[in-house]
């Protein structure tokens, strides 16, 4: 047994030195490869009664822009105010009630949206395309195989953890709806609630992660104060969350999580508004480090309401039984004589 | 020889209390509590719930007394047992009305359905369904509370099943929920969170015992001292009980090293038992 594991340690180690020699070669030719530094700001918000920053209170963060930039905006970072405001036209349509032309999927106007402005482009700051970076050749293959795979709906594991009422993702990028997010502060300890099924408990008091066997949906996070930024650094995914590419999803489908280490800055920079970055390093997956920026807005009306998402979920249920359906009658079909 | 037995025992004295402020020193130290007896308090001077507590009995089998008794999943053998307990309710018996206990009983038979899929007769914890108040307290998991002056949160490690408490603001529900609507007060020291709008789906406990969506609950959190709170929850729901009735029971405070609520999302842990008929089976070939 021991010896069986040392053997997997050596190779593993070997193969993250590879991995580790992939990157470094990778980041010799792209200059920016080291985790994103994100800026700092000079604003002071109150103290809770035991002397943290207090960043206590409901936010929200719709955005118009996506995770990375288009195309058509190659080479261009930051949009001017009129074109942030014909971009949001464009990208957040069916604003206007009009019922004629049916109201399609979650239509803009009924869902009553507060985008939060942002200029840049993509959510996506580094690399200063605004664009995911490149997977390793490894990770390429073995994402083409888990979307292939989840193709079949075999069993729940097929699904998104959203569908299957588990987790949304961490990190969590804009959704449709629903994504209000309650921080709530006590002494050595940060609470997020996400109304959309995340709970994330954030000790500050130093302790370390929780040890390697235990995997969670949403990591295992630890946090700390540096000046008004929360810092908070998470281990311990579990590789069952990799259907990501739903609507809130910031990692797209076929990207297991289990070696992410993601670093996130909460960043206030007024009362109403937090500068959230994550950062992704997971070299067995992607060729260097990565940070989405995503702006949060106070939202004093906002009250969380119960989500119960697994308690009416018949959804996941009626689909799988509906894939088998299909399978049986395409079977019966095959065997029918010409 | 008097004045020396005298000497000792002051010297023996000051030591224990040399000793008590030096353990109390480095328990605040370690585990930012101060040491049993002493009420832990806010700066704003009310009592300080923070922290991870757990209520210590079998009161999520049944609130009522009950003895030892078998698995109803015959394979689970002593690890599913039925794990003995006195009532938590006060006077020993919960009120029903005859026919509502008629009900009770019913439940109680179907709670471990014995076959797969959503049972919604089953007892909702079977399900992973959220538990409702006051039972998400003695489910066999921690819960953490977080307070500040104008609200109080309470997650739960079962679901990770959470609370909103406001304090300053009462209001009133949009609508019914799992969890009800929550309105907490400080009376004195304690706690007192009035809960409305449930909806009917939830039980107090595998047994059965159950309620309607006219249910209210009336919540006291009571610190005795740094580690333990005094809880109690009245319960009034005229279409099943007779009278409103009160359970309590102590709650202690978790004080293992970087204690933490662990991930319980039991959707996961149900997949099979609500979907697992329509896993794919590929045919040998």
């Given at each position: 047994?021991?010896?069986?594991?040392?053997?997997?340690?050596?190779?593993?180690?070997?193969?993250?030195?590879?991995l580790?020699?992939?990157?470094?070669?990778?980041?010799?030719?792209?200059?920016?490869?080291?985790?994103y530094?994100?800026?700092?700001?000079?604003?002071?918000?109150?103290?809770?009664?035991?002397?943290?920053?207090?960043?206590?209170?409901?936010?929200?963060?719709?955005?118009?822009?996506?995770?990375?930039?288009?195309?058509?905006?190659a080479?261009?970072?930051?949009?001017?105010?009129?074109?942030?405001?014909?971009?949001?036209?464009?990208?957040?349509?069916?604003?206007?009630?009009?019922?004629?032309?049916?109201?399609?999927?979650?239509?803009?106007?009924?869902?009553?949206?507060?985008?939060?402005?942002?200029?840049?482009?993509?959510?996506?700051?580094?690399?200063?395309?605004g664009?995911?970076?490149?997977?390793?050749?490894?990770a390429?293959?073995r994402?083409?195989?888990?979307?292939?795979?989840?193709?079949?709906?075999?069993?729940?594991?097929?699904?998104?953890?959203?569908?299957?009422?588990?987790?949304?993702?961490?990190?969590?990028?804009?959704?449709?709806?629903?994504?209000?997010?309650?921080?709530?502060?006590?002494?050595?300890?940060?609470?997020?609630?996400?109304?959309?099924?995340?709970?994330?408990?954030?000790?500050?008091?130093?302790?370390?992660?929780?040890?390697?066997?235990?995997?969670?949906?949403?990591?295992?996070?630890?946090?700390?104060?540096?000046?008004?930024?929360?810092?908070?650094?998470?281990?311990?995914?579990?590789?069952?969350?990799?259907?990501?590419?739903?609507?809130?999803?910031?990692?797209?489908?076929?990207?297991?999580?289990?070696?992410?280490?993601?670093?996130?800055?909460?960043?206030?920079?007024?009362?109403?508004?937090?500068?959230?970055?994550?950062?992704?390093?997971?070299?067995?997956?992607?060729?260097?480090?990565?940070?989405?920026?995503?702006?949060?807005?106070?939202?004093?009306?906002?009250?969380?309401?119960?989500?119960?998402?697994?308690?009416?979920?018949?959804?996941?249920?009626?689909?799988?039984?509906?894939?088998?359906?299909?399978?049986?009658?395409?079977?019966?079909?095959?065997?029918?004589?010409? | 020889?008097?004045?020396?037995?005298?000497?000792?025992?002051?010297?023996?004295?000051?030591?224990?209390v040399?000793?008590?402020?030096?353990?109390?020193?480095?328990?605040?130290?370690?585990?930012g509590?101060?040491?049993?007896?002493?009420?832990?308090?806010?700066?704003?001077?009310?009592?300080?719930?923070?922290?991870?507590?757990?209520?210590?009995?079998?009161?999520?089998?049944?609130?009522?007394?009950?003895?030892?008794?078998?698995?109803?999943?015959?394979?689970?053998?002593?690890?599913?047992?039925?794990?003995?307990?006195?009532s938590?309710?006060?006077?020993?018996?919960?009120?029903?009305?005859?026919?509502?206990?008629?009900?009770r009983?019913?439940?109680?038979?179907?709670?471990?359905?014995?076959?797969?899929?959503?049972?919604?007769e089953?007892?909702?914890e079977?399900?992973?369904?959220?538990?409702?108040?006051?039972?998400?307290?003695?489910?066999?998991?921690?819960?953490?509370?977080?307070?500040?002056?104008?609200?109080?949160?309470?997650?739960?490690?079962?679901?990770?099943?959470?609370?909103?408490?406001p304090?300053?603001?009462?209001?009133?529900?949009?609508?019914?929920?799992?969890?009800?609507?929550?309105?907490?007060?400080?009376e004195?020291?304690?706690?007192?969170v009035?809960?409305?709008a449930?909806?009917?789906?939830?039980?107090?406990?595998?047994?059965?015992?159950?309620?309607?969506?006219?249910?209210?609950?009336?919540?006291?959190?009571?610190?005795?001292?740094?580690?333990?709170?005094?809880?109690?929850?009245t319960?009034?729901?005229?279409?099943?009980?007779?009278?409103?009735?009160?359970?309590?029971?102590?709650?202690?405070?978790?004080?293992?090293?970087?204690?933490?609520?662990?991930?319980?999302?039991?959707?996961?842990?149900?997949?099979?038992?609500?979907?697992?008929?329509?896993?794919?089976?590929?045919?040998?070939?």
């Open positions: 047994m021991m010896s069986h594991r040392r053997l997997l340690s050596v190779a593993m180690l070997s193969l993250v030195s590879a580790w020699l992939a990157a470094a070669l990778v980041s010799a030719q792209a200059p920016a490869a080291s985790p530094t994100p800026p700092s700001s000079t604003y002071s918000p109150p103290r809770t009664p035991w002397g943290d920053p207090d960043l206590m209170g409901v936010w929200d963060y719709q955005s118009v822009i996506r995770m990375q930039r288009p195309d058509s905006l080479g261009k970072a930051r949009f001017t105010d009129a074109e942030y405001e014909a971009w949001g036209k464009a990208n957040a349509p069916n604003n206007d009630a009009d019922t004629s032309r049916g109201v399609g999927a979650y239509n803009e106007f009924w869902n009553g949206r507060n985008f939060v402005k942002n200029y840049n482009t993509s959510l996506i700051v580094d690399p200063p395309d664009r995911y970076p490149a997977l390793t050749p490894e390429e293959k994402r083409k195989e888990i979307v292939a795979k989840a193709r079949e709906f075999a069993s729940a594991e097929d699904y998104h953890a959203l569908e299957r009422c588990i987790a949304s993702q961490t990190p969590n990028a804009p959704q449709a709806y629903n994504s209000g997010t309650y921080i709530m502060q006590s002494p050595g300890w940060v609470l997020i609630v996400r109304e959309r099924l995340d709970t994330r408990l954030i000790p500050l008091d130093g302790r370390p992660h929780v040890g390697q066997s235990i995997r969670n949906w949403n990591g295992d996070p630890i946090g700390h104060w540096e000046g008004n930024t929360l810092v908070v650094d998470s281990t311990n995914f579990t590789d069952k969350q990799r259907m990501g590419g739903m609507s809130g999803a910031s990692i797209p489908a076929g990207i297991p999580f289990g070696n992410f280490h993601l670093t996130e800055h909460f960043v206030p920079v007024s009362r109403n508004r937090i500068e959230y970055y994550a950062t992704i390093n997971d070299p067995t997956t992607w060729t260097r480090p990565w940070t989405f920026n995503l702006p949060w807005q106070r939202d004093d009306d906002y009250r969380i309401f119960e989500y119960a998402c697994h308690e009416g979920n018949y959804a996941l249920g009626n689909s799988l039984s509906g894939e088998r359906a299909l399978e049986a009658e395409a079977a019966k079909k095959r065997q029918a004589p010409k | 020889m008097p004045s020396a037995v005298r000497w000792s025992f002051g010297a023996l004295a000051a030591t224990a040399v000793a008590a402020i030096v353990l109390s020193v480095t328990w605040s130290a370690a585990q509590v101060p040491p049993q007896g002493q009420i832990p308090r806010t700066p704003d001077g009310k009592p300080d719930l923070n922290g991870i507590w757990q209520a210590m009995n079998t009161a999520n089998y049944d609130l009522e007394d009950h003895g030892t008794a078998p698995s109803s999943v015959i394979v689970t053998g002593a690890v599913g047992a039925i794990f003995p307990g006195e938590v309710v006060e006077g020993g018996r919960i009120p029903y009305r005859p026919e509502a206990l008629a009900k009983d019913a439940n109680r038979k179907s709670s471990m359905p014995g076959k797969p899929g959503r049972i919604l089953a007892d909702p079977v399900n992973c369904f959220l538990p409702g108040v006051p039972r998400a307290t003695y489910l066999p998991h921690p819960f953490q509370i977080f307070q500040s002056p104008k609200v109080i949160w309470i997650v739960y490690q079962y679901s990770y099943a959470r609370r909103e408490i304090l300053d603001k009462p209001s009133k529900a949009p609508i019914d929920s799992w969890m009800g609507w929550s309105n907490g007060r400080w004195g020291d304690t706690l007192v009035d809960v409305t449930f909806n009917d789906s939830t039980w107090f406990d595998r047994a059965g015992n159950y309620h309607s969506d006219a249910l209210h609950v009336i919540e006291r959190y009571t610190p005795l001292s740094a580690h333990h709170l005094m809880y109690e929850a319960i009034e729901d005229p279409q099943v009980f007779t009278r409103p009735w009160t359970i309590a029971m102590p709650l202690y405070r978790r004080i293992d090293r970087n204690m933490r609520l662990l991930e319980f999302k039991c959707p996961e842990v149900v997949e099979e038992l609500h979907q697992g008929q329509y896993r794919k089976v590929t045919p040998p070939q």
